[in-house]
């Protein structure tokens, strides 16, 4: 779980700012799940730049609540979090900070998104949030206000999501139980599972994945696998003390992205059959598939240039499918393997997608 967030400030020296305004999102990886924005009165006084670039004054917060005032539901929906924003280390530097005014310790891992960016999405001519994301088509509404900024991170984490194949976001998120007795440690994990199309991935007391999966239905596909008596699934069951998953919204992608985490993840109990394939080519030079996405509004898109598949990505908005610069930006690139080529060329004879723009 992440809470997700952005603060704004009163400005001025070290470690003597206060809060403004405070927006958290809580996000289970897939969506929001609660949220908490609002005004702060710091007590003090702004600094004049921060009023001309937030447009909070003094006359705005004169009867928002103190700090003091908001810190329990604060310390309520980060509780058992990962803190995610964009400069991270400045938004859990000013939380600790006043958490620390009040005598209380507030301790929370972070993930900073400038620098999973930097990572995942390398070569970009800035890491500022509004020129990030104008770069990836993201919408930013109310720019340097918490509401509008939080938004707009919590976007760019499930873009991040999408094309970290390692993994690595999620094993260091999970939170280990190892308390729970089997069966019911079983009955839990499968609760919390949707019955939606994607992948999902068997972890141990370690985060390591030792298993991934795919299906229709997650779920089912993970209780299938909990009531297998095969010796690998015996034990699958007896090691496993959490199950992640990633929505794909369409099998398409479900089939792509399986085949290629085996490859990157490597899993202890995944066994792939070699199979042959002749070469495949595809009939357009430049091809967008575009089909359902995760959520409702969003698309899939795969990328086919020059005759090579590139990758998918999620979009929101046509204009993000109309550029092909920001597009590129987005995808997660794919090899253009043969068995790559050969799923995406059997998927689209056996089935219907909703739009194939040539370009």
């Not at 873009?159 to 390692?166: E, I, Q, Y």
């Not at 308390?179 to 599972?193: G, H, Q, V």
């Not at 059959?273 to 002749?278: D, I, L, M, P, T």
């Amino acid at each position: 779980m992440y809470a997700i967030l952005d603060i704004e400030t009163t400005g001025g020296k070290f470690n003597q700012e206060g809060i403004t305004e405070i927006a958290i999102y809580k996000f289970d990886g897939h969506q929001i799940v609660d949220q908490f924005i609002s005004l702060i009165n710091p007590e003090r006084e702004i600094q004049p730049f921060v009023v001309n670039l937030t447009g909070i004054n003094s006359g705005m917060l004169k009867n928002a609540p103190k700090f003091y005032e908001v810190a329990k539901r604060i310390v309520e929906i980060t509780t058992d979090c990962v803190l995610v924003a964009h400069n991270a280390n400045f938004d859990n530097r000013i939380l600790t900070t006043e958490f620390r005014r009040l005598g209380f310790d507030f301790e929370r891992k972070t993930l900073c998104t400038v620098e999973l960016s930097q990572k995942l999405i390398p070569e970009q001519d800035s890491y500022k949030l509004g020129k990030l994301c104008r770069s990836l088509g993201i919408p930013v509404s109310s720019r340097h206000r918490a509401e509008g900024d939080a938004l707009a991170t919590v976007q760019l984490f499930k873009l991040l999501l999408s094309k970290d194949v390692h993994k690595e976001i999620i094993k260091s998120a999970i939170k280990i139980d190892t308390t729970r007795k089997l069966a019911p440690k079983l009955l839990n994990i499968l609760d919390e599972l949707p019955k939606k199309i994607g992948l999902f991935y068997v972890h141990n007391c370690t985060s390591n994945i030792l298993y991934i999966g795919k299906g229709l239905n997650i779920q089912k596909a993970v209780n299938q696998l909990f009531l297998r008596s095969s010796k690998k699934a015996t034990i699958i069951q007896n090691s496993v003390v959490s199950v992640s998953y990633e929505e794909t919204g369409n099998d398409l992608i479900a089939q792509l992205k399986y085949l290629e985490e085996i490859k990157t993840n490597k899993p202890k109990f995944n066994f792939t059959k070699k199979q042959q394939f002749s070469k495949i080519e595809f009939s357009n030079e430049n091809l967008l598939v575009i089909d359902k996405g995760r959520s409702i509004g969003e698309k899939s898109v795969l990328l086919i240039e020059n005759n090579q598949f590139k990758g998918y990505c999620y979009v929101n908005l046509e204009y993000q499918i109309n550029n092909i610069e920001i597009l590129r930006t987005l995808i997660s690139p794919m090899e253009n393997s043969i068995e790559n080529r050969y799923i995406i060329k059997n998927y689209l004879q056996k089935n219907k997608v909703e739009k194939l723009i040539r370009f």
